[in-house]
């Protein structure tokens, strides 16, 4: 066993702070991971996972999401209005095909709405126009999700290395994950949790570089950026998972320009310059996106919580809506025809009232309804597929609002589990960063598995942080805004098995360790069956 020298900085090697020495002495070589890493293998099964994740996408037939209309809303921004030729679509089928027009952006119809998504549309609407098509295909968007997959498999296990068993192993738990259909369908629609998807693989896969050694580490930066930049434009209930990346990149950073020696001060000033721009790159989408947010939006969101979210006592829910300041006619609307609200005229009369402070305050002043909306949107976490809404095209010769049911082995696992809401999954997150944070302190494992634990903590706390975020923030369509914190926190889970030291798997430890047992067991049993047979032989031959 020796030291592995490569994984400390050149500074810190040089130090004689005994701490250091101490630590330097706990760091072994693990030869599955840091010796003759099978590179190439990374490489190979990352294509092998964007390969299949394409085919799942688009063979036999492409599948999407079927829009409710809260898609329509960003493409009508980018002059992207829907093809339902062939009949209506919305909610029964996809829609893959956008017709280019004339930006509506201000309209009646279509108010501004800030969100990376409309980011991708314009890029979709720019290359449509070079090939000199008048109609996007949502397919290319499927194809750039395989990439995105592909792209996280390969810098995973570039990262971690191992043996061929081990970098399969996660490999097929990375695969199960972005190929279940409660994500591989955002990939064909335009709403905003699509671009929220692409931008958590892209997070996953930066956070496990930026705290690598040398150009892996520019490149995890510009990768972590560039997501963040997705998820946090998205809406703004994504924009909170940009936050502990935006800590985690300030803290790595900041740290490693502490640790070059005074003497190089430009180098350490740049350390720290990397930094900060870092920090403001990451949370700048989020500020954009939040501050972006149209007042029709914001008040549509708050008037669903209160009287959509079941938050509200049926016994007196006139007398709580009169307590939040709404006027009597909204407070009759609500109680007799909500959804009458958005086309009346004590929508304008109430604007004022309708903002999430409304709705923060309220649950303050009712803690049990507060545990009960995270209970809900624990629920839908753990079964992280919008309802009601079709996978397939209109001429697809399938039924209205059929769901592809192809992959569903992640989903299908976590939604057993769902009837236990909040306390179900709260265990479950326990237990998550329980594992990452021991892993992420380590001294006996290597600097990799090191950072896989800890880019699983920090996605961790980004889909806490969403999770609370939907449950007190969205009203419209919450298991659909979910999602992107639900892939976070899977892609979490299956960074934290990547994290696992070499060494046997605890399953067959445990198995190993059962059947050493029961052969103990049976050979004492068997031992005293003899003796006891032996003793009544005697008996009988002196009788």
């Not at 800890?454 to 999770?467: F, H, I, N, P, Q």
């Not at 049993?525 to 031959?541: F, K, N, V, W």
Request: charged share 15%.
């Amino acid at each position: 066993m020796t030291t592995t020298w490569s994984l400390i900085e050149p500074d810190e090697a040089r130090s004689t702070d005994p701490t250091t020495e101490s630590s330097r002495r706990h760091v072994r070589t693990d030869p599955g991971v840091e010796s003759d890493r099978p590179r190439g293998l990374a490489v190979l099964l990352g294509g092998i996972v964007a390969l299949l994740v394409a085919v799942r996408a688009l063979v036999p037939g492409p599948i999407g999401l079927a829009d409710d209309g809260g898609a329509v809303r960003y493409a009508c921004q980018t002059g992207l209005t829907a093809d339902t030729a062939g009949g209506p679509r919305f909610f029964d089928f996809a829609i893959l095909r956008w017709s280019v027009g004339d930006a509506a952006t201000g309209s009646e119809g279509c108010p501004a709405h800030a969100s990376s998504v409309t980011w991708l549309a314009g890029a979709l609407r720019w290359m449509t126009g070079l090939l000199g098509q008048d109609v996007v295909d949502l397919r290319v968007v499927s194809l750039l999700y395989a990439a995105l997959c592909g792209l996280l498999v390969a810098l995973v296990l570039l990262v971690i290395g191992g043996s061929v068993r081990r970098q399969v192993v996660v490999a097929t738990g990375l695969l199960l994950v972005v190929a279940d259909a409660a994500f591989v369908g955002f990939a064909g629609s335009l709403y905003a949790e699509s671009t929220a998807v692409l931008g958590v693989l892209l997070l996953a896969a930066g956070l496990v570089l930026v705290d690598s050694r040398g150009p892996r580490a520019w490149v995890g930066l510009v990768v972590a950026v560039l997501g963040s930049a997705l998820v946090a434009g998205a809406r703004s209930t994504t924009a909170v998972l940009a936050v502990p990346v935006a800590i985690y990149v300030a803290i790595v950073w900041w740290r490693r320009g502490s640790r070059i020696d005074r003497r190089r001060w430009a180098a350490r000033l740049a350390h720290h310059g990397v930094a900060v721009a870092a920090v403001l790159a990451l949370v700048a989408p989020a500020v954009w996106t939040v501050a972006g947010e149209s007042e029709r939006a914001r008040v549509a969101e708050t008037w669903a919580m209160l009287t959509q979210r079941g938050l509200l006592d049926p016994e007196a829910a006139s007398a709580e809506l009169r307590s939040t300041g709404l006027t009597p006619g909204a407070v009759d609307l609500a109680t007799t025809s909500p959804t009458t609200f958005e086309s009346s005229d004590e929508r304008e009369a109430n604007a004022g009232v309708l903002r999430p402070s409304t709705v923060w305050s309220f649950l303050l002043a009712h803690p049990g309804r507060a545990v009960s909306a995270l209970d809900d949107a624990a629920r839908d976490y753990l079964t992280p597929r919008p309802a009601g809404l079709g996978s397939y095209p209109v001429d697809s010769q399938m039924p209205p609002k059929a769901q592809d049911n192809r992959v569903v082995v992640v989903s299908s696992v976590t939604g057993w589990f769902a009837g236990g809401g909040l306390i179900v999954l709260g265990a479950g997150w326990a237990l998550v960063a329980l594992a990452a944070f021991r892993r992420a302190r380590s001294t006996n494992t290597v600097a990799s598995t090191r950072s896989a634990a800890r880019a699983s903590l920090v996605l961790l706390a980004g889909s806490m942080l969403g999770t609370a975020t939907v449950a007190f923030g969205v009203g419209v369509a919450p298991d659909r805004a979910v999602v992107p914190a639900a892939l976070s926190g899977l892609l979490a889970v299956v960074l934290l098995v990547a994290s696992r030291p070499s060494g046997p798997s605890p399953v067959v430890a445990g198995l190993r360790w059962a059947a050493s047992r029961g052969a103990t067991a049976l050979s004492g049993a068997s031992t005293a069956l003899r003796e006891s047979a032996a003793r009544r032989g005697s008996d009988g031959a002196r009788r």
